[in-house]
């Protein structure tokens, strides 16, 4: 199974907002709504932030919100915060009934 | 409040075996399946091996696939990842993770903070 696609890098100022694209195929984002989003600040737990393409977990703030079109999964970030640096990882469930992540994304918050 | 808290990384030779644990808490450990997934350095996370609830059913990624054996006792909520045959492939902080439902992995809503493998002569 191929990793999904992600941006290896996005950046934003304070209050901005900017999205992360996910893409894969049939047999993965585009086939079933189970995408999640991860953030990971290095040498911490990752933090689960998005499942099931758009919905937010107990305790996410709602700026972070999540979508899907086609074999496209995006994750945005609205009202940008100096805490949101982290790395973003984006992952679907497949067709052969293991996940798969994408190659993560780094996002610089200006 | 959930924890994940794995032990038993540690500096290895290349050829030599492994294993992992994670001890789970605050939550009904036996009702959810449980994964690894590994982050090698500089690189992204990758997913390892995942078992269900009851530890009927397993699965692994193709890259450690006859390598690794993912297992779990439910009386001491643990889980485990044997790991052999390591190579330098294998260096990377692994993570006990919670996954959502009994059996299918959708989504992984809890994560330990990792245990470092090194393989390494």
């Known amino acids: 199974q191929s990793a999904l696609t992600q941006p290896a890098s996005v950046s934003g100022s304070p209050g901005q907002s900017i999205t992360i694209s996910c893409t894969g195929t049939?047999?993965?984002?585009?086939?079933?709504?189970?995408v999640s989003w991860y953030q990971h600040h290095p040498g911490k737990a990752p933090k689960l932030m998005i499942y099931?393409?758009?919905n937010r977990p107990s305790g996410v703030s709602n700026r972070f919100s999540g979508s899907k079109s086609g074999n496209t999964a995006s994750l945005t970030v609205s009202g940008l915060q100096t805490e949101d640096e982290a790395d973003y990882y984006c992952?679907?469930?497949?067709?052969?009934?293991?996940?798969?992540f994408g190659g993560g994304t780094r996002l610089t918050v200006l | 409040e959930v924890q994940l808290v794995e032990s038993g990384g540690t500096l290895v030779q290349p050829g030599g075996s492994l294993r992992l644990s994670c001890a789970a808490s605050?939550?009904?450990?036996?009702?959810?399946?449980m994964s690894w997934v590994r982050q090698a350095p500089g690189k992204g996370l990758e997913w390892v091996s995942d078992i269900s609830g009851s530890g009927g059913g397993t699965s692994y990624a193709d890259s450690v696939k006859g390598r690794f054996t993912i297992s779990r006792d439910n009386s001491k909520n643990t889980v485990f990842l044997q790991m052999n045959s390591l190579s330098a492939e294998d260096t990377a902080v692994y993570y006990c993770v919670k996954v959502s439902g009994f059996t299918v992995t959708t989504y992984f809503d809890y994560w330990g903070q990792g245990t470092l493998v090194t393989v390494s002569s």
């Open positions: 605050g939550f009904n450990f036996r009702s959810y399946a």
């Open positions: 049939s047999n993965d984002v585009g086939g079933y709504n189970y």
């Open positions: 099931d393409v758009s």
């Open positions: 992952s679907s469930y497949t067709s052969s009934s293991a996940p798969v």
